[in-house]
T-cell receptor
Framework: DAKTTQPTSMDCAEGRAANLPCNHS???????VYWYRQIHSQGPQYIIH???NNETNEMASLIITEDRKSSTLILPHATLRDTAVYYC????????????FGKGTRLSVIA | EAGVVQSPRYKIIEKKQPVAFWCNPI?????LYWYRQNLGQGPELLIR????????DSQLPKDRFSAERLKGVDSTLKIQPAELGDSAVYLC??????????????FGPGTRLTVL
């Protein structure tokens, strides 16, 4: 079973920041927080991951609380192409443990 | 660089018929995964290969599902016979391997199976 809890759906106006929350209160010390997204009719796509520090890449920023029990994925300037299901996943970094997906958050970016 | 390739993209069959899905992972990726995604749900792991060895097949329904990864490159997932409940999207993913410090998984577009 997935170890994360996410809202079922969210809306965001085009050009605004999209903030997607995730709760992972049972996260272990060796587990990282990963975010993937799945655009309609495509496979999931990696976005970003982090352990305890905030992370930023060309796609998004990841803010992890100090107690690591929750995190927020931030898309700074959402576009229509960011409409997708966003999955928050916790897993150990080492090895190739499979991804355990929940139902994710369906983000709709509205013009 | 080519991504994970899957074929066919769509398949419609009648129940009790056999069906096979093919996956070509990213070149050099030693780990290959097959996931199944039911409508409205996240993907669920069916089987994981390290090179040609199936190292995690605990979620694969072995009475009707089989998989192989000959020579540790391409992989085939087979269902025989198919049931109505097998209708889903079958996703293949690959990653560099456990020895790599970079273990992001790359997914193919999936095969959408409809069993009538």
């Amino acid at each position: 079973d997935a170890k994360t809890t996410q809202p079922t759906s969210m809306d965001c106006a085009e050009g605004r920041a999209a903030n997607l929350p995730c709760n992972h209160s049972t996260i272990s010390g060796n587990e990282y927080v990963y975010w993937y997204r799945q655009i309609h009719s495509q496979g999931p796509q990696y976005i970003i991951h982090g352990l305890k520090n905030n992370e930023t890449n060309e796609m998004a920023s990841l803010i992890i609380t100090e107690d690591r029990k929750s995190s927020t994925l931030i898309l700074p300037h959402a576009t229509l192409r960011d409409t997708a299901v966003y999955y928050c996943i916790v897993r150990p970094y080492s090895g190739n443990t499979p991804l355990v997906f929940g139902k994710g958050t369906r983000l709709s970016v509205i013009a | 660089e080519a991504g994970v390739v899957q074929s066919p993209r769509y398949k419609i069959i009648e129940k009790k018929q056999p069906v096979a899905f093919w996956c070509n992972p990213i070149s050099g990726h030693n780990t290959l995964y097959w996931y199944r995604q039911n409508l409205g749900q996240g993907p669920e792991l069916l089987i994981r290969y390290e090179n040609e060895e199936a190292v995690d097949d605990s979620q694969l329904p072995k009475d009707r599902f089989s998989a192989e990864r000959l020579k540790g490159v391409d992989s085939t997932l087979k269902i025989q016979p198919a049931e109505l409940g097998d209708s889903a999207v079958y996703l293949c993913a690959s990653s560099p391997g456990p020895a790599s410090s970079y273990n992001e998984q790359f997914f193919g577009p999936g095969t959408r199976l409809t069993v009538l």
